[in-house]
């Protein structure tokens, strides 16, 4: 889990593109794509856009009714998730820190897809 006093920054390699309300990010040395919904564009944007982890947090907690340790948890799955599925797992650093996963080692279940849907409502 990363620590949430981080901050997320997109590395220079991986290409940011929104359409509709959903987005897809490309790493341009892999070929590796993620695809986001509605919801977890939004929860991307925050990220991607606030001085921390914790604030981007905070935000999606005054804007969307979801319990806050599902949030956080989505969170910390969404960073996870899109680090594996771009090829990010051996760049701590690109994401959220050097030290955002201990040991540099980490396992994950396979999915099916590369799409994350978050499932908790709007206010």
């Given amino acids: 889990m990363p620590a949430f006093s981080q901050s997320v920054r997109i590395p ?16 341009l040395q892999t070929e590796r794509y993620f695809g986001l919904d ?5 929860m991307w944007t925050h990220l991607t856009s606030s001085v921390s982890i914790e604030a981007a947090y905070q935000n999606l907690l005054e804007e969307y009714e ?24 051996h760049y ?3 994401l959220c820190g050097q030290n955002s996963i201990a040991g540099g ?3 994950a279940r ?8 978050i499932p908790f409502g709007v206010r």
């Fill in 105 to 107: 080692r980490r396992t």
């Fill in 110 to 117: 396979p999915y099916e897809d590369n799409s994350l849907k």
């Fill in 12 to 27: 220079s390699h991986v290409l940011v593109r929104q359409l509709a309300g959903e987005s897809v990010l490309l790493n």
């Fill in 92 to 94: 701590l650093s690109d």
């Fill in 38 to 42: 509605e919801v977890g564009t939004r």
């Fill in 66 to 89: 979801v319990e806050g340790e599902v949030l956080r948890q989505n969170l910390s799955d969404l960073l996870d998730r899109i680090r594996i599925s771009l090829c990010l797992a």
